[in-house]
């Protein structure tokens, strides 16, 4: 029930803006599901969810700020209104919610990957980016090589992208 009256949270937030909606809903099922397959434990699954969810929450903000919206804007507003957001839900605690606000101020940081709900988050917003931005085959598969690590989101790109298993 948290996760779908976080999608509802959201949507309220970027109403009017149904790319944006799309995207976050993808990308939330994306990570679902690799982290379901990955075997991650409830905790992690948990906060995953939640930050897949929420990993875009700074686009608006930063548009309205500095008129512009990319990644490093994105990292660096996202935390403090997913934050905003979270503390309405006494089923989060401030331990999942910090990990949740690290992994939306850092989900367009490809360095220092510091755990499966991190690498799953990337994972998953680049399945979704992927399609969504028009990415040629060989942009596909340098971000494959240099940043896929999951046995189910490789799975999943080479899938949906025809590609042979490297």
């Known amino acids: 029930m948290l996760n779908e009256q976080l999608i509802m949270k959201m949507t309220a937030f970027n109403k009017g803006d149904p ?18 397959l990955e075997g991650l434990d409830a905790k992690t699954q948990k906060i995953l969810d939640i930050a897949a969810i929420l990993h875009d929450i700074g686009i608006r903000p930063g548009e309205e700020k500095y008129g ?7 990292e660096q507003e996202g935390p ?4 905003k957001m979270l503390e309405d839900f ?38 979704v980016n992927a399609y969504e931005d028009n990415l040629s085959v060989e942009s ?6 240099n940043v896929f690590r999951t046995k189910t989101g490789t799975e999943l790109l080479n899938m949906m992208y025809g590609l042979e298993h490297s």
């Open 68 to 74: 512009r919206c990319d990644g490093k804007i994105q």
């Open 19 to 36: 790319k944006r909606i799309q995207h976050f809903i993808k990308v939330y099922e994306y990570a679902h599901i690799i982290g379901k």
């Open 140 to 145: 596909i598969c340098t971000f494959r090589k």
């Open 80 to 83: 403090v209104y997913a934050r």
């Open 90 to 127: 006494s089923e989060v605690t401030k331990e999942e919610i910090d990990r949740i606000c690290y992994l939306i101020g850092h989900h367009h940081t490809y360095t220092g990957v510091d755990g499966e709900d991190y690498r799953i988050l990337l994972e998953a917003d680049f399945l």
